[in-house]
């Protein structure tokens, strides 16, 4: 009568497993671990330098911004640069988007 549902067998009920818990704690805080080492870390170091590096912009240094402008640093706001990028041009960028500074003389050469 039930041609398309198989029927169902009645199977001994087992013990669960003893310390499965402890496996899984185990492995969530080992995971924990290493996405830590592998991703949280880096980043962080990363977004250290780049801090101490903005903090220690002056006047005269040359920088490329995050998208690619090269210029040379004419005035220093609290949260500015102001580059000279060609003669009498000058932009205004906030300070998080310098991505680099520059060797002293890089600018002449190219």
Do not use: C, W
Not at 1 to 16: D, E, K, L, T
Not at 22 to 34: D, K, N
Not at 44 to 72: C, F, P, W, Y
Request: glycine letters at 8%.
């Amino acid at each position: 009568m039930s041609f398309f549902i198989a029927n169902a067998h009645a199977q001994a009920a087992s013990q669960p497993s003893q310390g499965g818990e402890m496996f899984q704690i185990f492995f969530l805080v080992g995971l924990f671990v290493l996405f830590y080492f592998i991703a949280i870390r880096p980043q962080r170091k990363r977004q250290k330098e780049h801090t101490n590096m903005v903090s220690a912009l002056n006047k005269g240094d040359e920088v490329v911004t995050t998208g690619g402008i090269l210029g040379k640093i004419v005035k220093l706001e609290d949260n500015f640069v102001v580059l000279r990028v060609a003669e009498n041009v000058e932009l205004k960028f906030q300070r998080s988007h310098i991505n680099a500074v520059l060797p002293k003389g890089t600018l002449k050469s190219i």
